[in-house]
């Protein structure tokens, strides 16, 4: 029993290496490309709308807390990006930006023109199309 062991455990781990490049990613609170692009035109009138010059403190106030509220989206939307491509090299087994990472603005602006062009579309189509730029 003790010998058969070691070769179960060896053959436990080839048969589950050999699945996981089958595995269906299911992503949970995934915003789509239509709430992407909502929700950033959305944080930018509510910033814009802090810097109405001589506003009462009262209107300042709410503005700004419309301000707040409107990027805590955007930092939700961009998070989960972020989250998305870290763990899509893992997923898929191979590893994308050993050679070149994106800064996260560029990363912004192509999920932005991606998503303005395919606003039916999910983040996860977003994030493959970027993807899909390193493994070549």
């Not at 989250?83 to 070149?100: N, S, V």
């Amino acid at each position: 029993m003790i010998k058969l062991f070691p070769l179960s455990l060896t053959l436990f781990v080839l048969s589950t290496s050999t699945f996981a490049a089958n595995i269906t990613i299911h992503t949970f609170g995934e915003p789509s490309c239509g709430n992407w692009v909502q929700d950033r035109e959305n944080a930018n009138r509510a910033r814009q709308a802090v810097d109405i010059p001589n506003q009462s403190a009262f209107d300042l106030n709410n503005a700004l807390f419309r301000a707040y509220e409107a990027d805590r989206v955007v930092y939700y939307d961009f998070g989960w990006v972020q989250g998305f491509l870290t763990g899509y090299p893992d997923g898929a087994g191979r590893e994308y930006f050993k050679q070149q990472q994106p800064d996260l603005n560029s990363i912004k602006l192509y999920i932005d023109n991606y998503c303005a062009q395919n606003p039916l579309k999910r983040l996860t189509d977003a994030g493959e199309a970027l993807v899909s730029n390193f493994k070549k």
